[in-house]
């Protein structure tokens, strides 16, 4: 009678094809219309358009392009996420095979020596025609499948589906932060050796103010407090040159990690110079009587930087806010592995439930000569009906149900938590990007007017109004705002990049159009 209503379950649930647990939907998440600063960003000015899915082109640095792609290829932390999805593909490939019969074929043979002495020997050697050597051959073909009455397996499927979709957006999140990364090392590069250029422009110049200050104190034409203060004003800057090639070295030895290779593989060739950062245009300085000078001893016209820093190209459309949704594959993990969890509840719900296995045996043997193996006389065959039943098991049953929900809340708040955190770093992106640029806009007037300024002292002092002291000094202070406007271009470009990676750019999000289904 139970085996009878069993089957009668087993047909019945397999025409109806359900499984047993939640069926998987993907959970709401509001969000506004647009991004707090989209409007401004969109509206920026700027010398070229970004295509959003190689981003770091658009930055017109063929260097920086160069080291990204080479990042893209030889990165250690993608290769990983490579091998994940290879693991990850592999599971779902097990969970497939669970619902199909599995199969194998068997086949042995012995030869066996029979002694005589012992009483199993002595009985078989008191019959005629004895022979003390025998031959045993085997061969099956066995076939077993359990049947997946109540979905468990197929739950262990969509879970395994839901995990291999999650290590591809894994890997597409680690190729958008390898590149991002690379790219932000880049231009940290850029802007520490923009600095490095003005620092040591402005150990020169204050030199050559305490070579005059000096003079002038030789002929009690300056006190020594004016000298003390020049000497300490150089050894400030001095002590600020070690730091900044210290800082650049870091980097180098970060970008050649990134690409892959050991600590100063590329150092030459993101030592040599493949551009201008900005100039200073001052006007020719003069040589002062007294003083050791050559043609051009104190500066020329133009001051030029070590290399460009990369201008922020123009975001054209940073889309809603609910496209996140769907371009940054962060989130595309979070949500998937929320779908992963929730098809593991109906794995264990399908516990409670029994389990129908069919197996079956056809085959060979015998054990007097292979030329008899495959005759019917030694022909054989098995069929059997398993049927297993957790019964009296639904404690633990239940305590495996309990935590497949624990973790699927888990997974839910993750999710959430993760939607809100990228929208978060999306206004942050763009915030920077705006402020950045607005304080690299004002520094560059500030520079104007230095400059000018610088300009008007040169010519005062041409006509004896100030001293060359005055002129010095305002080298210095041109200087100065230089080395702040190299900070806000290299923060001005490292924001562009931020907001890049912010919003999902670098990667085409159609093979995950089908997650959530």
């Known amino acids: ?143 077993g499948w359990e049947v997946d009455v109540f979905g468990g397996a197929r739950r262990g499927r969509e879970a395994a589906l839901a995990e291999y979709q999650a290590s591809q957006a894994g890997a597409a999140a680690t190729r958008l932060t390898v590149a991002a990364q690379t790219a932000d090392i880049y231009i940290s590069i850029r802007g520490l050796q923009t600095r490095l250029d003005v620092a040591r422009a402005q150990v020169r110049t204050q030199q050559e103010l305490l070579s005059t200050i000096n003079l002038l104190y030789g002929k009690g034409l300056a006190a020594e407090l004016q000298v003390r203060q020049v000497e300490g004003a150089l050894a400030q800057v001095r002590a600020s040159v070690p730091v900044l090639e210290a800082g650049l070295d870091m980097a180098m030895h970060a970008l050649e990690v990134m690409l892959g290779t050991p600590p100063g593989a590329h150092r030459e060739e993101l030592a040599n110079a493949s551009g201008e950062a900005g100039n200073w245009r001052g006007l020719p300085r003069p040589c002062v009587t007294g003083l050791p000078c050559k043609a051009g001893s104190l500066g020329p016209n133009k001051l030029v930087f070590a290399s460009a820093i990369p201008a922020a190209p123009r975001i054209a459309s940073t889309g809603s806010p609910g496209d996140l949704l769907r371009r940054r594959p962060d989130l595309i993990v979070a949500e998937r592995r929320l779908a992963a969890s929730n098809a593991r509840i109906g794995m264990a719900i399908a516990e409670y439930y029994p389990k129908l296995s069919f197996s079956g045996l056809i085959g060979s043997a015998t054990s007097v000569s292979s030329g008899n193996l495959f005759t019917g006389g030694a022909s054989q065959a098995a069929g059997v009906l398993g049927l297993r039943w957790r019964l009296f098991d639904f404690g633990r049953i239940n305590a495996q149900i309990d935590v497949a929900k624990g973790q699927e809340a888990e997974a839910l708040a993750a999710y959430r938590l993760a939607v809100l955190r990228a929208t978060e770093d999306v206004e942050n992106a763009l915030s920077a990007l705006l402020k950045r640029e607005d304080q690299a806009g004002i520094l560059a007037q500030g520079m104007d007017s230095l400059s000018r300024a610088r300009g008007a002292s040169f010519a005062a002092y041409q006509k004896g109004v100030v001293s060359l002291i005055d002129v010095l000094q305002a080298d210095e202070n041109l200087l100065r705002a230089s080395d702040m406007r190299a900070q806000a271009q290299t923060e001005s470009a490292r924001a562009a990049v931020a907001a890049f990676k912010a919003l999902g750019g670098g990667w085409q999000p159609h093979q995950f159009a089908s997650a959530g289904r």
């Open 1 to 143: 009678m139970l085996l009878k209503s069993t089957l009668a379950l087993v047909v019945a649930s397999l025409s109806a094809g359900c499984a047993v647990g939640p069926n998987y939907m993907r959970p709401d998440s509001p969000m506004p219309d647009r991004y707090l600063g989209q409007t401004a960003v969109e509206q920026r000015h700027a010398s070229a358009t970004a295509d959003f899915i190689v981003w770091w082109e658009s930055f017109g640095d063929a260097q920086l392009t160069r080291f990204v792609t080479l990042a893209l290829k030889q990165n250690l932390d993608l290769a990983q996420a490579f091998a994940r999805v290879a693991q990850a593909r592999a599971g779902l490939g097990a969970a497939n095979a669970t619902l199909l019969p599995s199969g194998n074929i068997s086949a042995q043979g012995a030869r066996a020596y029979q002694s005589v002495e012992t009483p199993m020997g002595q009985v078989f050697n008191s019959r005629p025609h004895f022979d003390r050597y025998g031959n045993a051959y085997e061969a099956n073909l066995g076939v």
